[in-house]
């Protein structure tokens, strides 16, 4: 018997965190049964969650579109059924990287995910390592958990290192890659990306000269999708005699042939958490999610 009017709900794909969820904050557990026709479309199935206070977790990797699409068809049954609260857990959070016009003519689709969230009766949004916290301004509360602490202490507990240094692949990523080498203790140097921002091209350079032979890297990033900004920072990290590469990120999507990419440009081992499931998904962000709830 369930101590709380907590219920946590998501579909197959998202149930091993959203199951741990429910053991550690000893609220019941709902499956949102989901299906996919032949042509791309979802069909969702779940039991009435009336005056419940509904913890939906679902994260939106890809096929982007089509989860979004399904997290959206969850929340609609849970407000149409008249639940009393409605609070997404989206480990990874789609769209989070167009979060300005960076073209003229182009729109802030994290704007767009906000204001249908909103509109579907959303009231609360928690993400984990977003791209761009600051842009989840939206009308109910957002709240940016962070796993850069369990990362960095998988590290410090697993991985022997020659003389490290932590490395941010560009200046937007400095904060992330600081908070991680404070607390292994170790130096951080940023490296500078710059991205032709028609053809999605990017190079990476070096910001000051610092000496990296034979240290090894930590290269530590929000997530891997092409795994593009990783191999120029490795590479360019190499031709500087770097010793081992190795690559720390919260949200591993790894497109196409990115891991295989990854591992020929040098690099040595990446490590991430489990908000996409993946081969590198060495810390689980359960008790993180868990936590928040049972600090509230
Ligand atoms: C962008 O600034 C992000 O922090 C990541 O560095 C980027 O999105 C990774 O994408 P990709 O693996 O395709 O280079």
């Known amino acids: 018997m369930q101590k709380n009017n907590?219920?946590?709900?998501?579909?197959?794909?998202?149930?091993?965190?959203?199951?741990?969820?429910?053991?550690?904050?000893?609220?019941?557990?709902?499956?949102?049964?989901?299906?996919?026709?032949?042509?791309g479309?979802?069909?969702?199935?779940?039991?009435?969650?009336?005056k419940r206070n509904c913890i939906i977790v679902h994260s939106t990797y890809?096929?982007?579109?089509?989860?979004?699409?399904?997290?959206?068809?969850?929340?609609?049954?849970?407000?149409?059924?008249?639940?009393?609260?409605?609070?997404?857990?989206?480990?990874?959070?789609?769209?989070?990287?167009?979060?300005?016009?960076?073209?003229?003519?182009?729109?802030?689709?994290?704007?767009?995910?906000?204001?249908?969230?909103?509109?579907?009766?959303?009231?609360?949004?928690?993400?984990?390592?977003s791209h761009s916290p600051n842009s989840l301004n939206y009308s109910f509360k957002t709240v940016d958990l962070t796993a850069i602490p369990s990362l960095a202490s998988y590290v410090k507990k697993n991985i022997t290192l020659n003389n490290p240094i932590v490395i941010s692949p560009d200046e937007g990523g400095i904060e992330r890659a600081r908070k991680f080498a404070g607390i292994i203790d170790v130096n951080m140097l940023s490296l500078v990306k710059t991205r032709d921002r028609f053809t999605g091209d990017i190079s990476i350079s070096l910001s000051e000269q610092k000496t990296l032979k034979k240290r090894d890297a930590l290269i530590v990033d929000d997530m891997i999708s092409t795994g593009n900004s990783i191999i120029k920072a490795t590479e360019i990290l190499?031709?500087?005699?770097?010793?081992?590469?190795?690559?720390?990120?919260?949200?591993?999507?790894?497109?196409?042939?990115?891991?295989?990419?990854?591992?020929?440009?040098?690099?040595?081992?990446?490590?991430?958490?489990?908000?996409?499931?993946?081969?590198?998904?060495?810390v689980d962000l359960g008790s993180l999610i868990s936590n928040y709830f049972l600090d509230q």
């Open 6 to 39: 907590t219920v946590i709900i998501s579909d197959k794909r998202n149930s091993s965190l959203a199951n741990k969820i429910s053991l550690d904050l000893d609220a019941q557990y709902r499956n949102a049964e989901l299906r996919v026709f032949p042509d």
């Open 41 to 50: 479309e979802s069909k969702i199935r779940l039991d009435n969650v009336a």
């Open 62 to 129: 890809p096929p982007t579109d089509q989860h979004l699409m399904q997290l959206f068809m969850i929340i609609y049954k849970c407000r149409g059924d008249g639940a009393n609260d409605i609070c997404v857990v989206s480990p990874y959070l789609a769209y989070t990287r167009q979060d300005k016009v960076f073209v003229d003519g182009e729109i802030v689709s994290i704007n767009l995910v906000g204001r249908i969230l909103e509109s579907l009766g959303t009231t609360k949004l928690i993400t984990i390592d």
């Open 238 to 282: 190499k031709k500087n005699n770097i010793g081992d590469v190795f690559v720390i990120c919260t949200h591993a999507l790894l497109v196409d042939d990115a891991k295989e990419k990854l591992f020929k440009a040098g690099v040595k081992e990446v490590i991430s958490t489990n908000s996409i499931p993946n081969d590198f998904a060495k």
